[in-house]
């Protein structure tokens, strides 16, 4: 199974099935609110019906009800991989897991993951914007505690993270790392990122490329460069 989840971050069908027909085999991608608000969920059927594995990301934040509502419709659309702000709570997160057990086919239930921190905010960030005080590894390791309590399959991080949410969560724990950037490329609005090697290294279980693959000259390449790496 592939380790590297290509975010489709584009706004209209045609550019992403254009994209997607440049692999010769199915591969695992990430659906974000970018194409969801673009094209609706019926985008999700379409890529699906072509064989691609979907984490669908729409990292649902909301009162615990109202989660596990929107997640029992998600679960019926048989994504593989969805997601919650861990900032939630505990008790919404639970309520996330309730609700794609509700709402799974077969009773095959797509995996939850919770976001820590967004790989796009700083230390200086957390603390002086979102009033969080410590550092970010701390706070990221206390929402993967809860994540874990609350019986999400793992946690989205950066891949600096990951090693110590293992060390934490134990090794079955899923790490989900975007802010992947080849060392040539830009770093753009990402703040913590890292390449595929280190992420490799440090035992991530899936890393999330966006811009590095959909920007690059030769999409194709860049993803088998990195598969090869995360693979090896
Ligand atoms: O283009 P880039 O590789 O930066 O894209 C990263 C993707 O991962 C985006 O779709 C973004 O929404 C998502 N993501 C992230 N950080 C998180 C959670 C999701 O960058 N903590």
């Excluded at 072509?50 to 934040?61: C, N, R, V, Y």
């Excluded at 861990?86 to 897991?97: D, H, N, P, R």
């Amino acid at each position: 199974m592939s380790k590297t989840i290509v975010a489709l971050d584009f706004s209209n069908k045609e550019e992403v099935i254009k994209f997607l027909e440049q692999f010769d085999k199915p591969i695992y991608v990430k659906i974000g609110m970018e194409l969801t608000y673009a094209c609706g969920l019926d985008i999700v059927k379409t890529i699906k019906e072509m064989g691609h594995q979907i984490f669908l990301d729409l990292k649902l934040h909301d009162i615990p009800n109202t989660v596990k509502g929107g997640m029992k419709n998600l679960a019926k659309l048989g994504v593989d991989m969805t997601n919650v702000h861990c900032s939630g709570g505990i008790t919404m997160m639970k309520a996330a897991v309730e609700g794609l057990k509700e709402g799974a086919k077969d009773g095959q239930r797509p995996l939850c993951i919770g976001v820590t921190q967004l790989t796009s905010t700083s230390q200086k960030a957390m603390n002086d914007e979102l009033g969080i005080s410590g550092s970010v590894i701390d706070c990221v390791i206390h929402y993967a505690k809860n994540a874990k309590e609350a019986g999400l399959d793992g946690v989205v991080c950066s891949v600096h993270e990951a090693k110590a949410i293992h060390e934490a969560c134990g090794e079955d724990f899923l790490t989900v790392t975007p802010g992947i950037r080849l060392a040539s490329d830009s770093v753009d609005d990402q703040k913590r990122v890292a390449t595929p090697q280190l992420a490799k290294e440090e035992g991530c279980d899936y890393i999330v490329v966006g811009r590095s693959i959909t920007k690059a000259e030769n999409p194709k390449m860049v993803f088998d460069q990195i598969e090869t790496i995360m693979e090896g």
